[in-house]
């Protein structure tokens, strides 16, 4: 059976966090329980819950705080046009599309809760 992956993200606000992955990431909202939601675009699934923030957390210790040091990489057939949504959507870039010294184009993005996000061609396996 091949492999396939879902991540976890924790953002501060699930009606953000859902704003930016629906309307200018493009997933679909597969499923919405409380403070969880599923989301699908293609073969990438991302499970989101609700995390207090630090500032508004009163037992840090107790409750589960993942390190965000991570860039998150979405492999699209289409960069141009992936670009061209985002910024039509009002998104500004971290990073304009440019050809990375590995051979791939890709443009860069940080969505509501600072997880990094790279869009980039496909590149070889």
Same mark, same amino acid.
């Given at each position: 059976?091949?492999?396939?992956?879902? =991540?976890?993200? *924790?953002?501060?606000?699930?009606?953000? *966090? /859902?704003?930016?992955?629906? !309307? $200018?990431?493009?997933?679909? /909202?597969?499923?919405?329980?409380?403070?969880?939601?599923?989301? !699908?675009?293609?073969? +990438?699934? $991302?499970?989101? +819950?609700?995390?207090?923030? %630090?500032?508004?957390?009163?037992? !840090?210790?107790?409750?589960?705080? %993942?390190? !965000?040091? &991570?860039? =998150?990489?979405?492999?699209?057939?289409?960069?141009?046009?992936?670009?061209?949504?985002? &910024?039509?959507?009002?998104?500004? /870039?971290?990073?304009? =599309?440019?050809?990375?010294?590995?051979? /791939?184009?890709?443009?860069? &993005?940080?969505?509501?809760?600072?997880?990094? +996000?790279? $869009?980039?061609?496909?590149?070889?396996?």
């Amino acid at each position: 059976m091949p492999a396939s992956m879902r =991540i976890e993200l *924790f953002p501060a606000s699930l009606d953000v *966090f /859902l704003d930016f992955y629906t !309307r $200018i990431l493009n997933f679909a /909202l597969l499923q919405r329980k409380g403070k969880y939601a599923y989301l !699908r675009r293609d073969a +990438i699934y $991302i499970g989101a +819950i609700e995390s207090p923030t %630090p500032d508004t957390l009163a037992d !840090r210790a107790s409750y589960r705080q %993942p390190n !965000r040091g &991570v860039e =998150i990489v979405l492999e699209v057939d289409d960069v141009m046009a992936e670009r061209d949504r985002v &910024v039509a959507a009002g998104y500004k /870039l971290d990073a304009d =599309i440019a050809k990375q010294e590995w051979g /791939l184009m890709d443009f860069r &993005v940080t969505d509501p809760d600072g997880y990094y +996000i790279r $869009i980039t061609s496909r590149g070889g396996n």
